[in-house]
T-cell receptor, first 113, second 110 residues
Framework: KAGVTQTPRYLIKTRGQQVTLSCSPI?????VSWYQQTPGQGLQFLFE???????NKGNFPGRFSGRQFSNSRSEMNVSTLELGDSALYLC????????????FGQGTRLTVV | EDKVVQSPLSLVVHEGDTVTLNCSYE??????LLWYKQEKKAPTFLFML????IEKKSGRLSSILDKKELFSILNITATQTGDSAVYLC??????????FGKGTLLTVNP
């Protein structure tokens, strides 16, 4: 059973550019959540998609957006990049149901210069 | 807003020591509490605790949930250098949202 796949693994962008990250969940999982991780801040919740609908949203500016496709793959977009957006972006997939664990991908390391 | 607080933020011990990591939470419509271990990039799942399962044990690791006092602890006995990692606590609340704490960085020295 394939795990959660995130692409690309590493990315270097310039301030002001935009970036799109991709996450393919475990087959059969319909929930995909995105997190930003920076040193000392833990995993900060960005948003969650379930069956192509945004089910939850964190407290990030509108420059951060996402979507989910019918095959449950999800993309996250960040526009007008800032230096502070440099972070590890993790996505997690879950099966349907409340009491299920989330499985994480290896993350995308974004560096904004 | 859901909140998860972990303590201590970091901990250094010697091999063979026993450690206790703490996680307190405030969440609307509590569904479950999860513990993860993060060594390099992807956090890996350790335990899930729910109203119907407030104690879990796997080898040297164990965890309990106190729903009344709103906290959980993760115990690691006879620590090994391979236990060195960040341990993350997360709570699943309203609308199935998972909220994480900042983690505890555990360093086990030989």
């Amino acid at each position: 059973k394939a795990g959660v796949t995130q692409t690309p693994r590493y990315l270097i962008k310039t301030r002001g550019q935009q970036v799109t990250l991709s996450c393919s969940p475990i087959s059969g999982h319909r929930s995909v959540s995105w997190y930003q991780q920076t040193p000392g801040q833990g995993l900060q919740f960005l948003f969650e998609y379930f069956s192509e609908t945004q089910r939850n949203k964190g407290n990030f500016p509108g420059r951060f957006s996402g979507r989910q496709f019918s095959n449950s793959r999800s993309e996250m977009n960040v526009s007008t990049l800032e230096l502070g957006d440099s972070a590890l972006y993790l996505c997690a997939s879950r099966a349907q149901g409340a009491d299920t664990e989330a499985f994480f991908g290896q993350g995308t390391r974004l560096t904004v210069v | 807003e859901d909140k998860v607080v972990q303590s201590p933020l970091s901990l250094v011990v010697h091999e063979g020591d026993t450690v206790t990591l703490n996680c307190s939470y405030e969440v609307t419509n509590f569904r479950s509490l999860l513990w993860y271990k993060q060594e390099k990039k992807a956090p890996t799942f350790l335990f899930m605790l729910t109203s119907s399962g407030i104690e879990k044990k796997s080898g040297r690791l164990s965890s309990i949930l106190d729903k009344k006092e709103l906290f959980s602890i993760l115990n690691i006995t006879a620590t090994q250098t391979g236990d060195s990692a960040v341990y993350l606590c997360a709570v699943c609340g309203s609308n199935y949202k998972l909220t994480f704490g900042k983690g505890t960085l555990l360093t086990v020295n030989p």
